[in-house]
Nanobody, 127 residues
Framework: QVQLVESGGGLVQAGGSLRLSCTAS????????MGWFRQAPGKEREFVAA????????DYAGSVKGRFTISRDNAKNTVYLQMNSLKPEDTAVYYC????????????????????WGQGTQVTVSS
């Protein structure tokens, strides 16, 4: 069994930064792509960013490209999401997820490619 625990959320002013962390326990997630998704109130959960198992390839939603950076430390079983230049529209619950395929060279952006999810961490950006 795999458990994903997110941390690092909080309240920040527009233009500020936050770094989210997601630590996996249980079976190693080092060989799986990892992703971040978010869900704002009244909206469907959407893709934010993903990274391959090696960290060699990443993908971002257009709305965060250039502002957010995903990275991982396989020795720590942790994936990060550095969020800069935050906007009020970034307000959401952020979830990390582990993909269902090992050694993929593609960082998947669709939720169907993920089988384990964290409980989420709230990010609120004030204007």
């Amino acid at each position: 069994q795999v458990q994903l625990v997110e941390s690092g959320g909080g309240l920040v002013q527009a233009g500020g930064s936050l770094r989210l962390s997601c630590t996996a326990s249980g079976r190693s997630s080092s060989y799986y792509a990892m992703g971040w998704f978010r869900q704002a109130p009244g909206k469907e959960r959407e893709f934010v960013a993903a990274i391959t198992w090696s960290g060699g390839s990443t993908d971002y939603a257009g709305s965060v490209k250039g502002r957010f950076t995903i990275s991982r430390d396989n020795a720590k079983n942790t994936v990060y999401l550095q969020m800069n230049s935050l906007k009020p529209e970034d307000t959401a619950v952020y979830y990390c997820a582990r993909s269902n395929t090992t050694f993929s060279v593609v960082a998947p952006s669709t939720q169907d490619n993920y089988d384990y999810w964290g409980q989420g961490t709230q990010v609120t950006v004030s204007s």
